[in-house]
């Protein structure tokens, strides 16, 4: 099982920027697919960003696609989500996930959560 520990929220502006880290502990890091996903006040959480064990495979949510990017260092264990042109919202709690689906894209598949990073976007 991964461990795995998010950073880098905090409050931004609409129209800023802001990148996510993950760190994962464990050997196996680079054979897990991982994820992002995020969870606004009142609303379910939600699927953002995958990125295969590789890395070779990226998708992302309809709402974030041409804004964000995912990324993995396996060689480091470090997962990122840049995010670019924040909107209202983009605010909510960001979790890294991982799991053994190749590509991550429903709650359901994950094995390993992180504890969640705030991100806000203010106008």
């Known amino acids: 099982q991964v461990q795995l520990v998010e950073s880098g929220g905090g409050l931004v502006q609409a129209g800023g920027s802001l990148r996510l880290s993950c760190a994962a502990s464990?050997?196996?890091?680079?054979?897990?697919?991982v994820a992002w996903f995020r969870q606004a006040p009142g609303k379910e959480r939600e699927f953002v960003a995958t990125?295969?064990?590789?890395?070779?495979?990226?998708y992302y949510a309809d709402s974030v696609k041409g804004r964000f990017t995912i990324s993995r260092d396996n060689a480091k264990n470090m997962m990122y989500l840049q995010m670019n042109s924040l909107k209202l919202d983009d605010t909510a709690v960001y979790y890294c996930?991982?799991?053994?689906?190749?590509?991550?894209?429903?709650?359901?598949?994950?094995?390993?959560w992180g504890q969640g990073t705030q991100v806000s976007v203010s106008s």
């Open positions: 990125i295969s064990a590789s890395g070779g495979s990226v």
């Open positions: 996930a991982a799991g053994r689906s190749y590509i991550l894209s429903s709650a359901v598949d994950v094995r390993s």
């Open positions: 464990g050997s196996t890091f680079s054979t897990y697919g």
